[in-house]
């Protein structure tokens, strides 16, 4: 069974910094794309950022100059910086796997997310 493990979370000042980890087990790593989203209460899950297994990123503009994603594929794990915290960063954020392929389609697992909490 994949399992998507995520750490790092937790309650944060404004202006302050924290750096997200996800470390996946019994798939391929290197094989799929990795992403950070994330659900603010009362919110749709959105994206924050991805990397592909070529290391391509894309953000999302809210958090564009604040965060770095990474990936270290020895480690089957994927990192989140942020920095400049601010409070409406506040939600649970959630690491997701993604893969295609010809013969099964788009596969993609979830971790069970962490919380991220930017107050003073």
């Known amino acids: 069974q994949v399992q998507l493990v995520e750490s790092g979370g937790g309650l944060v000042q404004p202006g302050g910094s924290l750096r997200l980890s996800c470390v996946a087990s019994r798939i391929i790593f290197s094989n799929y794309e990795m992403g950070w989203y994330r659900q603010a209460p009362g919110k749709q899950r959105e994206l924050v950022a991805t990397?592909?297994?070529?290391?391509?990123?894309n953000y999302a503009d809210s958090v564009k100059g604040r965060s770095t994603i990474s990936r270290d594929n020895a480690k089957n794990t994927v990192y989140l910086q942020m920095n400049s915290l601010k409070p409406e960063d506040t939600a649970v954020y959630y690491c997701?796997?993604?893969?295609?392929?010809?013969?099964?389609?788009?596969?993609?697992?979830w971790g069970q997310g962490t919380q991220v909490t930017v107050s003073s």
């Open positions: 997701k796997a993604t893969r295609w392929s010809i013969s099964l389609g788009t596969q993609s697992y």
């Open positions: 990397i592909t297994n070529g290391e391509a990123t």
